[in-house]
């Protein structure tokens, strides 16, 4: 079956530093991907969108990439700052069903000054 | 931006009793909604997509006479918990976007607590 696995373990980098965040899925290969920031007791909110002809995508000091061949995106934030801190969600669509969006668990990412 | 309005955000009602949540789209039309159900910690979990129109469609495990869902227009679709238990209490959220591959746009959630 379709599957997306993300770090479940929270990440604690330091403000300044560049956060990488993985997400990887098996089982199908999705024409797109998207990333997701949610704060606690929040809706998430859309990030980016990378699609399978893109390598990389950039949005200010947030990066994606996205290989098809190993079946995984990459999450950058470059200069990271404690306002960062947050739960990012990869999402890739399911075949079928109205490319319905099934959410990896996330990874935390705490960004200490 | 795309905005989703859910209403209401927080919603404590007595065990038995059903509950109505909206989604709302202000700035777009949305062709389909989804609803998720997220517990502490845990990610968000899909119960059901809707699109305007027609019924919805359940991921398997979620009880469509427990959750109702209506999307009656492009800009407005509701959740009703009927019968609500203990164990229903979460936070409920919604989500709307425009067209098949277009990214979703959350609503803030709702918070059911059943007692």
């Known amino acids: 079956s379709q599957k997306i696995e993300q770090n479940s373990e929270a990440l604690n980098i330091q403000e300044g530093k560049t956060a990488t965040l993985t997400c990887n899925y098996t089982n199908y290969s999705p024409a797109y991907l998207q990333w997701y920031r949610q704060d606690p007791g929040r809706g998430p909110v859309f990030l980016l969108l990378?699609?399978?002809?893109?390598k990389e995508k950039r949005k200010e000091r947030l990066k994606v990439t996205f290989d098809t061949t190993l079946k995984q995106s990459l999450f950058h934030i470059t200069a990271s700052q404690p306002a960062d801190s947050a739960t990012y969600l990869c999402a890739p669509p399911f075949s079928g069903g109205y490319n319905k969006l099934i959410f990896g668990a996330g990874t935390r990412l705490a960004v200490h000054p | 931006g795309a905005v989703v309005s859910q209403h209401p955000s927080r919603v404590i009602c007595k065990s038995g009793t059903s509950v109505k949540i909206e989604c709302r789209s202000l700035d777009f039309q949305a062709t389909t909604m989804f609803w998720y159900r997220q517990f502490p910690k845990q990610s968000l979990m899909l119960m059901a997509t809707?699109?305007?129109?027609?019924?919805?469609?359940?991921e398997q495990g979620v009880e469509k006479d427990k959750f109702l869902i209506n999307h009656a227009s492009l800009t407005l679709s509701t959740l009703t918990v009927t019968s609500a238990h203990p164990e229903d209490s979460s936070f409920y959220i919604c989500?709307?976007?425009?067209?098949?591959?277009?990214?979703?746009?959350f609503g803030n959630g709702t918070r059911l607590t059943v007692t």
């Open positions: 989500s709307a976007r425009e067209a098949l591959n277009s990214p979703l746009h």
């Open positions: 809707s699109n305007e129109g027609s019924k919805a469609t359940y």
């Open positions: 990378i699609r399978e002809n893109e």
